[in-house]
């Protein structure tokens, strides 16, 4: 027999989960294995609200269905590493951030990558202001306090009156540059300026002289508004004391079968825009969003940005990825296999529990991939034709837009009632998961007591008080809600790369000969590693070279 790779004596030292005495034989039948499902199925009810109805939406308003193959890689590529890293935690009984730390390269007691994360943990927490922010706006629609924000959001934004201003003077003159459009972009445009149009009447006096603004060419500001402050306050409250007292299990429960109907409905309503002659897209649009291109003009190079942040968070992102062992050793699938013995009994449960792992991730898979190419393409069905882009005050309002082809105007409500329950329930959930990974790093740092129980809790109970708190700070003192989604994405992006190597290393090193898997298995990890390469290199350059102005 070959060598079994030995169990690193620090991470056992530390709280290994695996005991003989948790162990239990793996499920053989179908119903047998589909109770023992969870960690997937946790992580695809709560990535919905950043990546995918904000995010993933906001690329196709941008891009069309030009990066359709992008958004459907970003959801597939992962799940490979998000094995792997289950793989280690089930045989070795450790955390991520412990098995990150033990890679080549370490210098003192913390692993650079692990610094990394800690600064991509803190534009994690500005993401989580730009969710709760997208809470306070969806509740500001709905119960107005002061009114202010709903007034604000009737007259279109800076970004919008520009556009309009550009052609409008085109299309009253010669219609020089609106002639060298193609038609679809003509169409688009002819449907944008109208839409504006309409808009701008409709907001009166206060609309035209916004425009007037526009066309002195001084700077248009959005105002500062109260009631969606006011309502992220009351909502990062009610987080903090759920959180606090430990007692939220209802309350998500609730939530994620709301999520899980909004994702039906959003699923439908994509379906349903198919079934229209305005909306739909042809069988020839699909396939060439499913080929290698990028998107032109003078919005590429921004779809592209957006894109590119959008892939680190859409389906399983870098975050995701982290915390899956987590659940999974929650779960107790470490636990039931019990601690990593010679003996084959052992090399039959943890075979028998990696396959349940394997169901559980590859439905999870399938069900937020399902949900992130429907909000992709209702992004680039309505959004993109009618010239929208989801930004900063009117995130949720027009993001509502995309439901009213197919539900009219009921659908705001619609919207509405889910995007409360799918924001807030990734802003409990993830403010929950970013505590633990930041105490797991306080501990794996030194900087708290490793075997003290009492100290994890307390400096979890701390946290998850201070983190909400910190992110409805950077909504309330002025982060646009989607910049913050995509500052996160871009760090996640960056991110890959380095759980992708230590997959591979882990892979490689630490595997028990009796779990090798098939040279396929390795060859699409591979992939996915050169995936996350590519992906993080492409972003990093292009930031640069926007910075610097090339």
Known sequence: MADIPEDNPDAIAAGDPRSDEGVQQPPTSFMGTFRKLGPGLVIAASIVGSGELIATTKTGAQAGLTLLWLIMIGCVVKVFAQIELGRYSITHGQTTLTALNQLPGRIGPVHFILWFFLIMLTTSTLQLGGIVGGVGQSLSISFPITGDYKAAIEIPSPTELAWFQKWEDDLSGPRAEFRKQSADEQQRIERGHARLKEQIQKSGETGTKALETVRSGAKQVDPWTLDDRIWAGIVTALTIALLYSGSYGLLQTFATILVVGFTIATIGNVLALQTTRDWSFTADEFIRGLSFHLPQGDDGWSSLMTAIATFGIIGVGAMELLVYPYWCIEKGYARYTGRRSPDAAWAQRARGWMRVMHWDAFLSLLVYTLATMAFYVM??????????????????????????????????????????????????????????????????????????????????????????????????????????????????????????FGTLYFRYTATDPRLKPHWTWDAALIMSFIAFVITGAWGVTSQVMSLIGK
């Open 379 to 500: 992004g680039a069905a309505v959004l993109y034709r009618e010239g929208r882009d989801p930004e900063g005050l009117r995130m949720v309002s027009t993001l509502a837009s995309a439901y009213v082809p197919i539900f009219g105007e009921s659908a705001k409500w619609l919207f509405l009632l889910g995007a409360v329950a799918v924001l807030y329930s990734t802003f409990l959930v993830a403010s929950a998961g970013n505590a633990r990974l930041f105490v797991d790093f306080l501990k794996i740092s030194g900087a708290i007591d490793k075997h003290s129980e009492k100290v994890n809790n307390r400096w979890v109970t701390i946290l998850c008080v201070l983190l909400p708190l910190f992110a409805f700070t950077m909504f309330a003192l002025g982060a646009d809600p989607v910049l913050a989604v995509l500052i996160s994405g871009f760090m996640q992006a960056i991110m890959l790369p380095m759980i992708g």
